[in-house]
């Protein structure tokens, strides 16, 4: 059964108010959807739910399940998973956390249409330089 293994412990991050924060524990998550527990190391930085901050859409759906942000955020970060599974994620931890439906759907849609350009692709191993001989 999915659920979070541990409470999500965080401080902010640049003592500035730039909605930076870094986790002060390490944050488990057991996750059915991709078949394996994650684990969010003490240290990483998060910018919780990357919400737009036009009003009537952060009122739907941001400040809302700060765990399953985090870990969001760790698995666009790291890659463990696919693109498609780190999203699915995001809607089933949120759904451990209490979010109503309508409101993960949401979160989900839009991490599914804008989270691309946030998904960093693992840079492409460089094959070795060869020597031309005789130089």
């Known amino acids: 059964m999915s659920a979070f ?7 902010n991050a640049t003592d500035m108010d730039d909605g930076l924060w ?10 059915d959807v991709a078949k394996q527990t994650f ?3 003490r240290g990483f930085k998060t910018d919780l739910a990357s919400v737009p901050r036009l009003p009537v859409v952060f009122l739907l759906a941001g400040a ?17 998973v696919t693109r498609s599974v ?3 994620v995001l809607k089933e931890a ?3 956390t209490g979010v109503p439906v309508w409101r993960r759907w949401l979160m989900y849609i839009g991490v599914r249409i ?3 350009s946030h998904w960093d692709p693992v840079a ?4 070795p330089e060869q020597s031309l001989g005789g130089a």
């Open 5 to 11: 293994l541990s409470k999500l412990q965080m401080e």
């Open 22 to 31: 870094v986790l002060t524990a390490p944050l488990f998550y057991q996750s």
């Open 39 to 41: 684990i969010v190391p």
């Open 64 to 80: 809302t399940s700060n765990e399953a942000a985090a870990l969001h955020d760790f698995l666009y970060s790291t890659h463990p």
């Open 86 to 88: 780190a999203d699915a």
């Open 94 to 96: 949120s759904a451990v």
């Open 114 to 116: 804008g989270g691309a």
């Open 124 to 127: 492409p191993i460089e094959p």
